[in-house]
């Protein structure tokens, strides 16, 4: 079988996890990594036994070797490097937010129309975790009946304090969201893949709840503790929380809130299907089991056994029941599907994905300009649709 090249291009956090990702699929072969910071990257080739390392993109774009390059890089210059794999003519796997604002990923989706041979990807990982599909298929299939309410939340607490800081805080480099840009894009993400539908119309209550924070003078790594006593404060116009009031282009109607100042919470993504049958409700941190409600009968806990799901989600489940697959597991998957559709000779726009496309990540950056326009104008806002 044929091995598809690939490269990561940002060895931080994620970076290094779709690493592990590609590292995991028998199709795929991690050739070489890139970082401005060039230690940084070639400690990780070394790590993982890469053979090429390099410092910039246009290196990446040089080796002809290459199939795949995956964007890790902050969100500022997804937009720019996304061009420049396009116009290589490289397939692309990015990082979200797909672009900083809907003109420049405007830009990505012009260019791909001129390229239909490129296959292009966003990573919204946990939309591939196998109960997540079983939820989609059980909608898709009318088993439960119309979806008829959505709910559910994203809470972490990674930036309780006023003492915490990351390049996510300011908009010039993370973009002028960033909680629901940064993990309400996955619950909005998740919740239309579920029930192939979109969101439309949203009312949105934004709040900073730290509105100046105070900055260290040196590097914190995201999602580590901030030991540093020298700092300098820092402005911050991006928000801490966010609750939002949906409504969706099948009828349903629906809530979710957004927070990265929730004590204790760490990766709570969490959402609730409500059918005319049936109710789903399915949590990431707790991700082998999901909760059925019905009004006539027992409710049921679900337990993850690819024995008995839907196909579309069995193929996507590895362990045998009672062996828990989580968050790893479906960024391997994310990563799984996108190379498969690339290996099968598939095209985006002729044929189906199970992953996020530009055409996707496109869509949620229209949902989260609507989201800070509705936040700032306090009012209902319509998406608008190019």
């Known amino acids: 079988m044929r091995k598809i090249k690939a490269a990561v291009l940002g060895m931080g956090f994620i970076g290094v996890s779709h690493v592990e990702a590609i590292r995991r699929i028998g199709s795929a072969q991690m050739v070489a990594v890139a970082d401005t910071n060039y230690e940084l990257a070639k400690s990780k080739a070394e790590q993982y036994n890469i053979s090429k390392c390099y410092e910039t993109v246009e290196q ?15 969100n500022f210059l997804h937009t720019e490097i996304n061009k420049k794999i396009i116009e290589a003519g490289k397939h692309v796997f990015s990082e979200k937010p797909l672009a900083m604002t809907h003109e420049e990923s405007d830009e990505l989706l012009a260019m791909l129309k001129e390229r239909p041979q490129i296959v292009h990807g966003v990573n919204f990982c946990y939309r591939m ?17 119309k979806p008829l309410v959505v709910h559910g939340s994203y809470l972490q607490d990674w930036l309780l304090f006023d ?34 539908a979109k969101i439309t119309d949203v009312c949105a209550d934004i709040v900073i709840a730290h509105p100046i924070r105070k900055k260290p003078t040196g590097a914190v790594e995201t999602f580590s503790l901030n030991k540093s006593t020298d700092y300098e404060e820092k402005q911050v116009t991006t928000e801490d929380y966010a609750a939002v009031l949906i409504k969706m282009d099948n009828g349903a109607h629906g809530v979710f809130y957004v927070s990265e100042i929730s004590a204790g919470r760490k990766c709570r993504l969490d959402f609730e299907i409500d059918c005319e049958l049936a109710s789903m409700y399915w949590n990431q941190e707790t991700s082998d089991q999901m909760w059925m409600g019905y009004r006539d009968e027992y409710n049921r806990h679900v337990m993850r056994n690819p024995l008995l799901m839907d196909k579309n989600a069995s193929d996507y489940s590895y362990l045998a029941a009672g062996h828990p697959e989580g968050w790893n597991d479906a960024m391997k998957n994310n990563v799984q599907s996108y190379y498969n559709f690339i290996l099968e000779g598939k095209q985006i726009g002729t044929d189906d994905a199970a992953f996020a496309t530009f055409y996707e990540g496109h869509y949620i950056t229209l949902l989260t300009e609507a989201i800070l326009k509705s936040g700032s104008e306090k009012r209902w806002v319509s998406v608008e649709q190019d």
């Open 60 to 74: 990446l774009l040089a080796d002809d070797e290459i199939d795949v390059i995956h964007n890790c890089t902050p």
């Open 129 to 145: 975790n196998p109960l997540v599909l079983d939820m989609k298929e059980k909608v898709n299939s009318g088993e439960i009946g």
């Open 163 to 196: 003492t915490d800081y990351n390049w996510r805080v300011e908009p010039e480099i993370g973009g002028k969201s960033r909680c629901i840009g940064d993990i309400g894009s996955h619950w909005m993400d998740c919740v239309q893949n579920i029930t192939g």
